[in-house]
């Protein structure tokens, strides 16, 4: 079964910090999936990164970057120069890839709160 | 080009109550999954509809159950309310059961008293 462990539950920083969310995961699969997704106070999930099980190299995508080790089973999510707008709920998810392609049902974190003060 | 549509907003019901969510998936889209999230939690899968048809299934009960249209819209029915299933239901639409990219929905927040 897959799981995924998001160990902070909250994180407060102040504005212009660096900051990183840790992420676990367990799986069976050798072809998966993992995402981060953030939640603001409004609800919707919104998608902001992708990463596939064969591919291990870590990328930076403007204030965002992140860093997979399979090795280690984690993804762990990095915010450069955090801003007030960053505040939100931060959820790690990992998607296998089922016989035949289909069906990529997310399995979620419980969600890591970020608050970034001014 | 609209996004995914949820409706209602907030929902209030009493226990051994019925409810139906609905959901518009985003323009050019026709695969619907409902996930549910409990306060502090992380959304949990329920099902996925694609063409009609109920195609994938998380570990809810019977209770909950679902439709898509022809038009791919999509509802969720939950019967026999319990005070558990508050929680915010989200809906996710994407385009067939290949492509990783799923959007979701603002939410509908369902209260059981």
């Known amino acids: 079964a897959q799981k995924v462990t998001q160990a902070q539950t909250e994180i407060s920083v102040v504005e212009k910090e660096d900051v990183t969310l840790d992420c676990v995961y367990e799986?069976?699969?050798?072809?998966?999936?993992l995402f981060w997704y953030k939640q603001p106070p409004s609800g919707e999930l919104v998608f902001l990164i992708r990463r596939n099980s064969f591919d291990e190299q870590n990328e930076i995508s403007g204030r965002y970057s992140w860093n997979f080790q399979k090795s280690t089973s984690s993804f762990n999510f990095t915010i450069t120069a955090s801003q007030v707008v960053d505040s939100a709920v931060y959820f790690c998810a990992l998607s296998e890839a089922k016989s035949g392609g289909s069906n990529y049902k997310l399995t979620f974190g419980k969600g890591t709160l970020l608050t970034v003060n001014p | 080009d609209a996004g995914v549509t949820q409706s209602p907003t907030h929902l209030i019901k009493t226990r051994g109550q019925q409810v139906t969510l609905r959901c518009s998936p985003k323009s050019g889209h026709d695969t619907v999954s409902w996930y549910q999230q409990a306060l502090g939690q992380g959304p949990q899968f329920i099902f996925q509809?694609?063409?009609?048809?109920?195609?994938q299934r998380g570990n809810f009960p019977d209770r909950f159950s679902g439709h898509q249209f022809p038009n791919y819209s999509s509802e969720l029915n939950v019967n026999a309310l319990l005070l558990g299933d508050s929680a915010l239901y989200l809906c996710?639409?994407?385009?067939?059961?290949?492509?990783?990219?799923?959007?979701f929905g603002p939410g509908t927040r369902l209260t059981v008293t």
């Open positions: 799986t069976r699969d050798t072809t998966y999936y």
């Open positions: 509809y694609y063409e009609e048809e109920e195609r």
């Open positions: 996710a639409s994407s385009i067939g059961l290949r492509t990783l990219e799923q959007y």
